[in-house]
């Protein structure tokens, strides 16, 4: 037996060792490279892919094959071949696909190409459904290059990393990754990768999702629609003729079947489109092959042009799937010239994979234990797109770099490295950028960070001009399990000659940041406003307290003391726990200084709230506690060898607060109970836009003795500038709707047309604003309620947008106003929104 097993293990071996590799280059008739063009073996679906230079290399076992060069555009060739231990080389040269324009049925003058589009229309839907279920072998490449950097941008200077790898023109590779996923699908939504393999220059995941490009769709998603939120229109879509003109360039036979190659054209700009060719087999009208590109004139946000090319072949006697994916990306702005491209190779396509209850469940993309331990010798033998060699020393270089970076702790170079490396801290730092420096020793890292002094400069009618020094110690062990925070603050009012300091204590898990799981300790003396949501920000109220006298910020002292602890639990579940003590101390106006001279029309309302004036507030205590928890129901994970990341759903979010006012313990003197549930989400309908709302119901269940600072305030604006949207209202006053009444309903809800609209208005079109409409609203009862509508225009510059409200309120009646804030492709990030 024992002999048995050793002559198969050796003929198993010897049969591994006699394979032989093929190798060669894609070129046309004139010798040009056909970058990514591809390499299949006749009769399975097993293959390779060119690189960007038209190299190929594929190892086979000895026996014969016949190989298939393909490329879009071009006819394809075969090679009989005899695979022995010998390596060969196999060159293909392709010519361009000679197109016959055979006689067709004209109707009306209409060019034939319309009608062969109608048919591949009605048979969309039925090549999207055809499959119930497949399993699927994918590699997948990411490559971005840099054509050149920018010396400055805005007038401030590009800083590089020391050993980026790039040239001193900032040319070279940004970044590089290969992955094998495996995928599984099932009808109708059900999707799994798992993670063979993946690596990425200088570390990291790797780029392990494969780009499922879907023509068959109406709607074509690219990059998760972060290119486009409205997606692109297929240009087989079930209205594509609104959107698109056909040209019937000819056909070509091959395999006995006919192929006809069609010009795709948009009939107008600034629609999510794509040109360039596609490529339908008569009779059964399918994707044979297509190469479409889309450009910043037809929707394309954030890089300048995506071309994707794709190649679809039989899998299986009446299906076809892709084959192979190409997608070139290239971006030049500000000077900055990226380029890169994204290769896809599908293989061992399975349409009978037998999947049973246990294969898909809320784990959606799982990394196997070993992902990425694999040596050069797994990724020659895996690997069927051929690395350029500027891309092989791409990786042996980072990946060296950041060996020494994790093993920077062992070795005294590497420690005197890190230290001399360090940029010297300069009284500008201190000024205007911020101060930052590490002390490296062999177990710890110690930083210190000091924010920019002038930008935290601060004036109000309380303090005056205000100083501020916020700084930041972490201490970080090589082999701990925590990282430890301290952040310190101090501020001095040079009017009140009032001084606050206070520090917060934080210690966090090293390898948790995904769960942002926490222990805080904080304690001092501040100065804080009544409204804890901060709805007015330093920097506006002091342009309007200096420039109109309009001291919109209304503030109290404290001494306090406060523990918090937060967990994001692996299921998504996540909670806030919090209880703070506050010795609470009113304070008043000590200057009236202002740029314009006091008069009678221009006088600075007092520190406290004057829509609360039947209000008082003196120095009493206040020990509150409370929770926040929030859920989003069907969350799915990514699973990495360490643990679960919630990645969320389809779902609405739903977030419990509830805050406890305790009394007599501490010497406090507040009483009450308050709580609020709210039910949150954003709702993309692609070329529809995108809807989001917020809707929460609330109040107290005990209002026994409620300090202002306790009450329940809507956010107010009566500034021209918002960037709280889905959580305040544009016109309303900061206090005069607080309150603790025991019910009350609060609704918030924008649509974002991203594109509709606007698309066929002259101008806002080339432009690219878009229109946005929304309303905000809460009712506590027929006497205490507020209503505003809105329609603005977003995405001015990427950045800014800007409203025209409307609202009603009782005593008031109807109020008209502008507001200006950050919204759009860019802007959208800035704002605060429901989370």
Not at 80 to 105: G, K, R
Not at 114 to 140: G, H, L, P, T
Not at 313 to 320: D, M, Q, R, V
Request: proline share 4%; charged share 20%.
């Amino acid at each position: 037996m024992l002999r048995s097993l050793l002559c198969l293990s050796l003929f198993l071996f010897n049969t591994g060792a006699f394979a032989g590799k093929i190798s060669g280059i894609v070129t046309d008739d004139k010798g040009t490279p056909l970058p990514y063009a591809s390499i299949s073996i006749k009769g399975t679906t097993k293959g390779t892919n060119a690189n960007s230079s038209g190299h190929y290399s594929i190892t086979l076992s000895p026996g014969q094959y016949t190989l298939i060069g393909q490329y879009v555009g071009y006819k394809k060739e075969e090679k009989t071949i005899i695979v022995t231990e010998d390596d060969q080389v196999i060159n293909f040269v392709l010519s361009i696909q000679q197109l016959t324009l055979q006689e067709v049925i004209v109707k009306k003058g209409e060019d034939p190409a319309y009608e062969i589009i109608r048919q591949a229309i009605k048979k969309r839907s039925f090549y999207n459904n055809q499959v119930d279920s497949f399993a699927v072998d994918v590699y997948i490449k990411g490559l971005l290059r840099s054509k050149g950097l920018p010396v400055k941008v805005f007038g401030k200077k590009v800083e590089r990393e020391k050993n980026d790898g790039l040239d001193s023109m900032g040319k070279g590779i940004l970044f590089l990754s290969e992955s094998v996923t495996k995928v599984f699908f099932q009808k109708p939504d059900k999707i799994k990768y798992q993670v063979i393999s993946s690596r990425q220059s200088g570390g990291g995941y790797g780029l392990s999702f494969p780009f499922f490009i879907n023509f068959y769709q109406n709607n074509v998603s690219v990059f998760d629609n972060n290119l486009n939120p409205r997606g692109f229109i297929s240009p087989i879509a079930d209205g594509a003729l609104n959107y698109y003109k056909y040209h019937y360039e000819g056909s070509f036979i091959e395999d006995n079947k006919m192929v006809n190659t069609i010009k795709v054209t948009p009939r107008r700009k600034n629609e999510p489109l794509f040109s360039g060719t596609i490529q339908i087999t008569e009779d059964d009208w399918r994707i044979y092959s297509l190469d479409l590109l889309t450009t910043s004139d037809y929707s394309l946000e954030l890089i300048d042009t995506l071309r994707i090319s794709q190649i679809h072949s039989a899998i299986a006697p009446g299906t076809w799937k892709t084959k192979n994916q190409v997608m070139y990306v290239s971006v030049k702005k500000l000077g900055f010239d990226f380029a890169g491209n994204f290769v896809n190779v599908y293989s061992d396509y399975d349409l009978n994979p037998g999947f049973t209850k246990k294969t898909f469940d809320r784990v959606i993309m799982k990394y196997d234990s070993a992902f990425n331990r694999k040596d050069t010798s797994y990724w020659n033998k895996v690997r069927p797109v051929a690395l350029e060699q500027d891309e092989k020393r791409d990786f042996v270089f980072k990946d060296s770099i950041a060996k020494v970076t994790r093993d920077s702790f062992l070795t005294r170079r590497n420690l005197d490295s890190l230290r001399k490396n360090q940029k010297p801290v300069t009284f500008k730092n201190i000024l205007w950028s911020g101060a930052s420096h590490n002390f490296y020793n062999k177990k710890t890292t110690i930083g210190y960070h000091l924010k920019p002094l002038l930008p935290q400069l601060e004036y109000n009618t309380v303090e005056g001009v205000s100083v501020n020094a916020e700084q930041t110690f972490s201490l970080s062990q090589r082999k701990g399990k925590y990282n430890y925070i301290l952040d310190w603050n101090a501020r001095y009012g040079f009017s009140n000659s009032h001084f606050n300091s206070y520090g917060s204590f934080l210690i966090k898990p090293r390898r948790e940041n995904y769960r942002n799981r926490y222990l805080k300790l904080s304690g001092g003396k501040r100065i804080s406003q009544f409204n804890q949501d901060n709805p007015i920000n330093p920097l506006t109220n002091e342009v309007y307290t200096l420039l109109a006298r309009k001291n919109y910020m209304k503030l109290y002292e404290n001494w306090f003391g406060g523990i918090e602890y937060n967990n994001r639990f692996e299921n998504g579940l996540r909670l806030n726990l919090h209880a703070v003590y506050e010795d609470r101390i009113p304070v008043e106006n000590s200057t009236d200084f202002s740029f314009f001279k006091k008069d009678s029309s221009r006088v600075f309302s007092p520190n406290h709230p004057y829509e609360l004036s039947n209000i008082p507030f003196n120095r009493h205590q206040a020990l509150v506690a409370g929770f926040a928890l929030t859920w989003q129901p069907g969350q799915h994970y990514i699973q990495f060898p360490w643990g679960k990341i919630p990645v969320g759903s389809k779902a609405p979010t739903f977030e419990l607060e509830y805050n406890k006012g305790i009394q007599k313990i501490l010497g406090s003197d507040v009483d009450f109970d308050k709580w609020k549930l709210s039910l949150f989400d954003n709702m993309n309908f692609r070329i529809g836009g995108e809807f989001r709302y917020r809707i929460s119901i609330g109040g107290f269940l005990n209002n026994k003795d409620v300090e202002i600072p306790d009450l329940q305030h809507f956010n107010g604006n009566q500034t021209f500038y918002n960037i709280k949207y889905l959580n305040s209202f544009q016109l309303a006053p900061y206090y005069r709707y607080s309150n603790d009444e025991r019910f009350y309903v609060l609704a918030h809800a924008e649509h974002h047309f991203n594109g509709l609209l606007t698309n066929k208005i002259p101008l806002l079109n080339k432009l690219k604003w878009n229109l946005v409409v929304g309303s905000n609203t809460f009712y506590i009862n027929g006497n205490n309620y507020y209503a505003e509508v809105f329609a603005g225009i977003e995405n001015i510059f990427k950045l800014f947008r800007v409203d025209f409200v409307n609202a009603y309120q009782p005593g008031t009646g109807n109020q008209f106003g502008v507001r200006v804030g950050f919204g759009g492709l860019l802007g959208g990030k800035m704002s605060f929104t429901a989370d």
